[in-house]
């Protein structure tokens, strides 16, 4: 059974970091990309990092490069998410997802959401 379980979110000030955390099991990082997504009230979901551990890439939005960091250890079987310089309009509910790769597919996994505010 796969499971997602994020962690780490909460209120910081502009200018501030967070790190968030996604404990997986049921599914292992040689065989599925995982990565994260968020939603804001009235928008439509963003992907906004992805790592693809069978070669090493990772992705990151336009909207976070040089700003959010994704990262894995396979040992703890957890992706992280640091984010760094962090804006208001960071501020969304953060979601783990496996199949970051192919954002369309179905038959994605999903955690349950980590919300992060950001104030200015």
């Known amino acids: 059974q796969v499971q997602l379980v994020e962690s780490g979110g909460g209120l910081v000030h502009a200018g501030g970091s967070l790190t968030l955390s996604c404990a997986y099991t049921?599914?292992?990082?040689?065989?599925?990309?995982i990565g994260w997504a968020r939603q804001a009230p009235g928008k439509e979901r963003e992907e906004v990092s992805c790592?693809?551990?069978?070669?090493?890439?990772?992705s990151h939005a336009d909207s976070v490069k040089g700003r959010f960091t994704i990262s894995k250890d396979k040992v703890k079987n957890t992706v992280y998410l640091q984010m760094n310089n962090l804006k208001p309009e960071d501020t969304a509910v953060y979601y783990c997802?496996?199949?970051?790769?192919?954002?369309?597919?179905?038959?994605?996994?999903w955690g349950q959401g980590t919300q992060v505010t950001v104030s200015s």
């Open positions: 997802a496996t199949d970051c790769d192919n954002p369309d597919y179905n038959g994605r996994y």
């Open positions: 790592l693809i551990s069978s070669d090493g890439r990772t």
């Open positions: 049921g599914v292992s990082l040689d065989a599925y990309a």
